[in-house]
Each structure stands twice: as C-alpha cells, then as structure tokens.
C-alpha cells in the first residue's frame, strides 16, 4: 500500500469516526442569552441561526437595538458551537485534525453556561 493510498485510508477512517460519534450524540448546538435573557439565539457551528427567542420585554429596545442585540448574541451561540464541535470531535480525531478545526474557524474554547445542562455537544442525551 503506498502513501497515498495509507492516506486515503485514514481520511476514511476519520471520517467513519467522525460520523458515528455524531450518530451517537446528536447535532452540535451552540447557545447564548442576553444578560437578561430577554434574546436567546441557538446555532450549529457555521450555520445560520437555527433558533432565535424574544421575549416580549426585548419589543421595547426597539429595531436598531434589538437587531444590534440579536447579533450579538447570534455572534456568541456562533462562538459556542464553534467550541461544543471541537471539543466534540477532538475526542474521535488525531491531534494534528483537532489543530486543523482551529484553523478553518473552529477553535477550542469554553462552551457557554446556558440550558444545556453542561452536555458538551449542546443535546441533552
């Protein structure tokens, strides 16, 4: 078998890794609040919005500041599942694929103290 092939093979692998661990844990959820809970936005890593809950106190910032809060805290779920994925799949891959996550944007990091009840994949399984 040559290197190329030795390669292939343990992309493969990784990737068989990869997809059962997620198979057994659920999708990767990242979560952030207001301070006041008043805006909670819900993520996976590099996707849009999944979930996003206004309070009817948030109504009263108005459109400029509520959509400036909701970014915010869509910028921070970002962050988070960003973190619950690398901490995630640095669990099921060598060293040198959990440094690669990093450096295509998802950094290890602390996951956010939210409702998740401290599952690190952001599910409560």
């Known amino acids: 078998m040559d290197e190329t092939t030795r390669a292939a093979q343990r992309v493969a692998d990784t990737g068989h890794r990869v997809a059962d661990h997620l198979a057994r844990t659920g999708p990767v959820l990242g979560r952030a609040s207001s301070p006041d809970r008043a805006v909670t936005v819900v993520t996976a890593p590099a996707a849009p919005p999944h979930e996003i809950r206004i309070s009817p106190a948030a109504l009263r910032l108005g459109p400029d500041a509520l959509g400036a809060e909701i970014v915010r805290v869509a910028g921070r779920a970002s962050r988070d599942a960003a973190a619950r ?11 040198a694929t959990a440094r ?9 990091g602390a996951p956010e103290d939210d409702d998740f009840g401290g599952h690190p994949f952001g599910g409560s399984r």
């Open 85 to 95: 994925l690398h901490a995630s799949l640095a669990r099921v891959v060598d060293p």
């Open 100 to 108: 690669a996550l990093a450096e295509i944007g998802f950094p290890p």
